[in-house]
């Protein structure tokens, strides 16, 4: 069985984010109900992602830097909505958005953590 290298998992698993997280938006929203506009924070984060890549030509190290401004960016979604008191409705709880959303830093750093691996094996190639 032929053994998936780190870059081709860290792409993805940098894909298959965005579309769960643009999925669960679409079906029932992430902070309130579906079409709720306090959803539209996400868009900023997609951008970081979509943007960083471009700027980083896909190269494992840049990718690994714009995985984690993405995860940061995702986790301040959070805190936004937090101080903003979405928690206080009756269909957004504190656990639910952290735990939603650190679902999806989760994936985020897993993603930045496969394409720092990928660089450094990158780089340890490039040596011999």
Known sequence: MRKISSYRFAVILALLTPFLLVWVIGAVGVLGVDGDPADLMYVG?????????????????????????????????????????????????????????????????????LFRKAALEQAAGDTL
């Open 45 to 113: 984060v997609l951008a970081i992602e979509l943007i960083g890549a471009i700027i980083a030509r896909f190269q494992p190290l840049g990718m690994a830097r714009t995985l984690l401004a993405t995860a940061l960016a995702q986790a301040l979604v959070a805190v936004i909505a937090l101080y903003a008191g979405m928690h206080q409705a009756a269909y957004s709880s504190v656990g639910e958005i952290l735990g939603l959303n650190g679902f999806y830093v989760a994936l985020f750093l897993s993603s930045a953590w």
